[in-house]
């Protein structure tokens, strides 16, 4: 299995910015990287994922335009950058891998095998 660790939440003010990583050890050749997020009372929810073999991304709705995902494989390293945050982006936030030899990486997250701690973002004024 792949060990995630999460790190860079905080507390932000609404409309401001957080740079979130994802320490990778064990990599596999091929794999997607995930990041998700859930807040109290509700559903997780897919923020964005990226997959090594060519650093392909998909972004959820819900922060598309707002967010970038980049993948550093000298560090085995994550990155989500987010920017313009919103309230209704508080939540815990974690990273999650999975093989993957597909075209796209998904944001199901019941498709993803290991995950890590998450880390809390907190999005007030």
């Known amino acids: 299995q792949l060990q995630l660790v999460e790190s860079g939440g905080g507390l932000v003010q609404p409309g401001g910015s957080l740079r979130l990583s994802c320490a990778v050890s064990?990599?596999?050749?091929?794999?997607?990287i995930g990041w998700f997020r859930q807040a109290p009372g509700k559903e997780r929810e897919g923020v964005s994922c990226?997959?090594?073999?060519?650093?392909?991304?998909v972004y959820g709705d819900s922060v598309k335009g707002r967010s970038t995902i980049s993948r550093n494989k000298a560090n085995n390293t994550v990155t989500l950058q987010m920017n313009n945050l919103k309230p209704e982006d508080t939540g815990v936030y974690f990273c999650?891998?999975?093989?993957?030899?597909?075209?796209?990486?998904?944001?199901?997250?019941?498709?993803?095998?290991?995950w890590g701690q998450g880390t809390q973002v907190t999005v007030s004024s």
């Open positions: 999650a891998a999975v093989p993957f030899v597909g075209w796209s990486c998904s944001l199901v997250d019941r498709l993803y095998d290991d």
């Open positions: 064990g990599f596999m050749r091929y794999y997607a």
């Open positions: 990226i997959k090594s073999s060519d650093d392909a991304t």
